[in-house]
Nanobody, 128 residues
């Protein structure tokens, strides 16, 4: 079974940066994307970024709300999928999760419905 372990969350001031890491193990043949999601209290889960894993170019997808500020990347040496977050805003405050999808489900890379395995989350808090 695929396992995901997030790290790197914390508390920062608005305008600051954080880098989240997702340690991924146990890839399956059904994987096509690794995604980052977030959920704030009282809010729906939101897809933040995703990376396609089945071709070498590793095409990236980012939500409009974070485009230009967040970047998903792969660190092959560490076997992590990272999320660099710059120019953080208070509205970025949320629990952040990484997830592994099932390509047979289909749907948007930023839709949580296509993801099968989820990490435990790492908290990001941005103060104004």
């Amino acid at each position: 079974q695929v396992h995901m372990v997030e790290s790197g969350g914390g508390s920062v001031q608005a305008g600051g940066s954080l880098k989240l890491s997702c340690l991924v193990s146990g890839y399956t043949a059904d994987t096509s994307f690794i995604g980052w999601f977030r959920q704030a209290p009282g809010k729906e889960r939101e897809g933040v970024a995703a990376m396609y894993t089945r071709t070498p170019d590793r095409k990236q997808h980012h939500a409009d709300s974070v485009k230009g500020r967040f970047a998903i990347s792969r660190d092959n040496a560490k076997n992590t999928v990272d999320l660099q977050m710059d120019r953080l805003k208070p509205e970025d405050t949320a629990m952040y999760y990484c997830a592994d999808d099932d390509r047979h489900v289909g749907g948007s890379p930023l839709s949580g419905a296509r993801y099968r395995y989820w990490g435990q989350g790492t908290q990001v808090t941005v103060s104004s």
